[in-house]
């Protein structure tokens, strides 16, 4: 059964600071992985999706890399600024189970001013 | 792009009674809809799979008869909590995956808070 992971539950930075958000996986098995960020008492939106078959994927100041074999993914965020705090996931879906997403239970990211 | 929403955002109710919880995909078809719980200060779990024209799908240690899934229609799915009680209250989103791609948007959230 795969199970998603992330560390550190919460993070508090100044503005300006690069920082790296963690996510691990106990099956290497998967499709592909999603970084979302969710706000408080709101939705999910859709950050960076990277296909297994690739190593990492960039969306502005967001990167996100792709280990598969050793079940790891991490969340780069280049030059933070407040606006960046918010909950950010990962998620994979189960093998053969199109369109399900198994989430990590989330990093808190708050970026002082 | 393409657009999730769920009615109501937020409701209260007092225990027993039953709740309904919409979710629409505004400018694209969706055969398939899922449906996550999430409770405070953790993650989404899913409870089901939503499918139109067909039974929905749950997940291990949900209770189907408690949460009714109707996939009524290629844009519109909807969740009731029946007889809700106090530790039914949550966080419930929806999502439906993209048309094309492996896309998956999510509606707004309903909070839901049982008295």
């Known amino acids: 059964k795969q199970e998603v992971t992330q560390i550190p539950a919460a993070l508090s930075v100044p503005e300006g600071e690069n920082l790296v958000l963690n996510c691990s996986f106990t099956?290497?098995?998967?499709?592909?992985l999603q970084w979302f960020r969710q706000d408080p008492g709101k939705g999910l939106t859709s950050l960076l999706l990277?296909?297994?078959?690739?190593r990492e994927q960039t969306s502005g100041r967001l990167n996100a890399s792709l280990d598969k074999s050793s079940g790891r993914s991490t969340l780069y965020i280049a030059a933070s600024q407040p606006g960046d705090s918010a909950t950010y996931l990962c998620?994979?879906?189960?093998?053969?189970?199109?369109?399900?997403?198994?989430f990590g239970q989330g990093t808190e990211l708050s970026v002082k001013p | 792009g393409a657009v999730v929403s769920q009615h109501p955002s937020w409701v209260i109710c007092k225990s027993g009674t039953s709740v309904k919880i919409e979710c629409r995909s505004l400018?694209?078809?969706?055969?398939?809809m899922f449906w996550y719980r999430q409770f405070p200060k953790q993650s989404l779990m899913l409870m089901a799979t939503?499918?139109?024209?067909?039974?929905?799908?749950?997940e291990q240690g949900v209770e189907k008869d408690k949460f009714l899934i109707n996939h009524a229609s290629l844009t519109l799915s909807t969740l009731t909590v029946t007889s809700a009680h106090p530790e039914d209250s949550s966080f419930y989103i929806c999502?439906?995956?993209?048309?094309?791609?492996?896309?998956?948007?999510f509606g707004p959230g309903t909070r839901l808070l049982v008295l």
């Open positions: 999502s439906a995956p993209a048309t094309f791609g492996e896309t998956q948007y």
């Open positions: 099956d290497s098995a998967i499709y592909n």
């Open positions: 990277i296909q297994s078959s690739q």
């Open positions: 998620a994979v879906p189960p093998w053969n189970q199109g369109g399900k997403l198994i």
């Open positions: 400018d694209f078809q969706a055969t398939t």
């Open positions: 939503s499918n139109e024209g067909s039974k929905a799908t749950y």
